[in-house]
């Protein structure tokens, strides 16, 4: 079963801070790598994504950074502000290509 | 701008009662998804569609039923309710394989109970 596991469940950060969360997969034929955010009592929403052949990816505040030898990405928050808190959702696109093979992680709740 | 409207946003439903969640979006997307969240699990994909008159079987389809009439609308049908479908359900389109970036667009949810 294809699987995207994200950690930590949950984090805390200071007004300030940098708030890291970590995605690993396994399945090296994923091919799009989407951060959603989720407001509480709303749907989540496309935050930041990256393709495997790009390390890094800057949007303001928010990095992917994305190391394809570990299978591994992560979203980096700069400047965590208390807007920030949310729930955050890493996700991976299917080999067959096409939105409808999106796999999610569990999910962060960032505070 | 509507974007993708489900209702209803709460419902609590008797074990064995059947009933829709509807979902509609006004993008004119050939792609929509029905995915339940439940705390701590991410997001689980039931059912999705490719276009109208085309369904297919996610990750978690047991218990649910889906058609796609129109590009517009896309019911989740839900028979014999179960206390193991309380969930939130969550609807979400995409644009077709020519143009799209890869981005769902989500529903606010519709919160289930099944008591």
């Known amino acids: 079963q294809q699987q995207v596991k994200q950690s930590p469940q949950s984090l805390i950060v200071q007004k300030g801070g940098i708030s890291i969360i970590n995605c690993a997969y396994e399945?090296?034929?994923?091919?799009?790598f989407p951060w959603y955010q989720q407001f509480p009592g709303k749907g989540p929403a496309l935050l930041i994504a990256?393709?495997?052949?790009?390390s890094e990816k800057k949007e303001g505040r928010f990095t992917i950074s994305f190391n394809k030898s570990a299978k591994q990405f992560s979203l980096h928050i700069m400047d965590s502000q208390p807007g920030d808190s949310a729930t955050y959702f890493c996700a991976a696109r299917g080999p067959q290509g096409g939105s409808e093979k999106l796999v999610f992680g569990k999910g962060t709740k960032l505070t | 701008n509507a974007g993708v409207t489900q209702t209803p946003k709460f419902r609590i439903l008797k074990i064995g009662q059947s009933m829709t969640l509807q979902c509609a979006q006004d993008?004119?997307?050939?792609?929509m998804y029905w995915y339940r969240q439940d705390p701590g699990m991410g997001l689980k994909l039931i059912y999705y569609?490719?276009?109208?008159?085309?369904?297919d079987k996610g990750e978690v389809p047991n218990g649910y039923n889906v058609s796609r009439s129109t590009t517009e609308d896309f019911p989740l049908r839900l028979e014999l309710a179960a206390p193991s479908q309380t969930s939130v359900y969550f609807c979400?389109?995409?644009?077709?394989?020519?143009?799209?970036?890869?981005?769902?667009?989500f529903g606010e949810g519709s919160r289930l109970t099944v008591l």
């Open positions: 993008m004119n997307h050939n792609y």
């Open positions: 990256i393709r495997p052949d790009v």
């Open positions: 979400a389109s995409s644009p077709s394989e020519g143009g799209h970036t890869g981005e769902l667009f």
């Open positions: 569609s490719v276009g109208a008159g085309i369904t």
């Open positions: 399945n090296t034929a994923f091919d799009y």
